[in-house]
């Protein structure tokens, strides 16, 4: 019997080393509410990242809402169909409403050219996500967006570490928002965080991470709670020493599952030598009509081979039931989502994956 292969598992530093993190914070006694741990992360982060301002946060989902209340939007905000539930929700609990636009077949982000028609008098933001960490065609959307005079928050959930024509691909729009949930390439447990451009802007993110409070006595606006603890920044800074070797380990991974996937017909991989400065965030691979099973049946080949590949993004956000009714959400004006949502399977990478385990993902799709 074999164990069950997951499609990620977490990188995580030598115990003893966290431990010993664990011991300081408990001595000190602060847990929270930026902490030394806390800050130290915020500073080394910027400054590996080569970002200006990083705020941390909870998890991702709470710093897109922050995000798009910092920006004081309201109306519509034009996004992508094909990505993690999280942020459609994002714009709906920060009161504005999704639409929904076709994506990229070859990138599978936003299509810069379908944003345009979409825009109305009351679209206030575009909200695109760099899917599995690969740029969105960030000059387009800049172009359009200062044309038609709309915010853009980057979801970034995906992009840690991303370059994108030398320089982080965090820098680019408005404000961008990185997730550390378990499953990302670096993760504190449960975090995000907001990188923006300048320090007054940084200064309300921090002020709504904090219930709106500019002092002890004076509360400015209605925020939230959306703060990391001492006991996750204390394990992103562990992680940041381990950071580019897990990087690189992943990049291991994708180069085998490339070579051997190349000679297979009807098995499409996504991105490729085009991107040395991406992440191995993901592995997502198209299923083709000429592939001798469907998605489907080769998700359940997996399954029966304790093998949890997983189809992100299936099935697309603009299909669920509280989505589904908006007029951007008709299948009909997102065939691109739609087909990739159909094909798609992410294969399992993370750094410790074992030859072994990369070989016995290989032969399900081989025996097929
Ligand atoms: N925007 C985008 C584009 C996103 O992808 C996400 C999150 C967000 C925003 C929101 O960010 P956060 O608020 O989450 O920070 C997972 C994650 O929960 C979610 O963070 C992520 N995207 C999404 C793509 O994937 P599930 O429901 O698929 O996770 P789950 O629990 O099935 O985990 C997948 C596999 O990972 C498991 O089979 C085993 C492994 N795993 C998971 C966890 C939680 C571990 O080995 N250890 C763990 O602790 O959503």
């Avoid at 997951?6 to 115990?15: A, D, E, F, K, S």
């Avoid at 798009?68 to 714009?91: D, W």
């Avoid at 299509?111 to 690969?134: F, K, M, N, Q, W």
């Avoid at 709504?208 to 004076?218: K, P, Q, Y």
Wanted: hydrophobic content about 40%.
């Amino acid at each position: 019997m074999n164990e069950t292969l997951y499609v990620t598992r977490p990188y995580l530093p030598p115990l003893e080393e966290f431990v010993a993190e664990l011991e300081k914070i408990w001595t000190s006694r602060i847990l929270t509410n930026a902490g030394p741990y806390h800050q130290r992360l915020e500073a080394t982060l910027a400054q590996m990242l080569g970002v200006p301002h990083i705020s941390l946060f909870t998890n991702g989902t709470i710093a897109l809402m922050t995000a798009l209340e910092t920006m004081r939007l309201s109306g519509e905000i034009i996004t992508t169909p094909y990505s993690f539930v999280a942020t459609s929700h994002a714009i709906v609990k920060s009161g504005c409403r999704p639409v929904f636009v076709d994506i990229d077949p070859f990138t599978l982000n936003l299509d810069p050219a379908r944003i345009e028609a979409a825009i109305t008098p009351a679209s206030s933001a575009v909200l695109p996500v760099h899917c599995y960490g690969r740029p969105c065609d960030v000059d387009a959307i800049r172009e359009i967006a200062e044309r038609r005079k709309l915010v853009v928050v980057y979801d970034a959930a995906h992009a840690f570490g991303v370059d994108y024509q030398g320089r982080s691909v965090l820098e680019r729009g408005d404000l961008s928002v990185l997730s550390f949930h378990a499953t990302k390439v670096f993760n504190t447990f449960e975090g995000g965080a907001i990188v923006c451009h300048d320090a007054e802007v940084k200064r309300r993110i921090d002020r709504l991470r904090n219930f709106g409070f500019e002092d002890e006595v004076t509360v400015s606006e209605i925020g939230g709670n959306g703060k990391m603890s001492e006991m996750n920044a204390a394990l992103g800074l562990l992680q940041l020493k381990y950071l580019s070797h897990a990087v690189e380990l992943r990049k291991r991974i994708d180069g085998i599952y490339r070579r051997r996937l190349s000679g297979i017909t009807g098995v499409r991989c996504l991105g490729g030598g085009h991107d040395p400065q991406g992440n191995h965030a993901y592995f997502p691979v198209l299923i083709q009509d000429d592939f001798p099973v469907t998605r489907d049946a080769l998700y359940t080949r997996f399954r029966e081979s304790d093998i949890h590949a997983r189809r992100y993004f299936f099935p697309l956000i603009s299909s669920f039931p509280m989505y589904r009714h908006l007029p951007s959400a008709d299948p009909k004006h997102l065939p691109v989502a739609e087909d990739a949502a159909r094909r798609v399977l992410c294969l399992p990478i993370f750094p410790d994956m074992t030859d072994v385990q990369i070989e016995r993902v290989l032969r399900v799709i081989e025996d097929v």
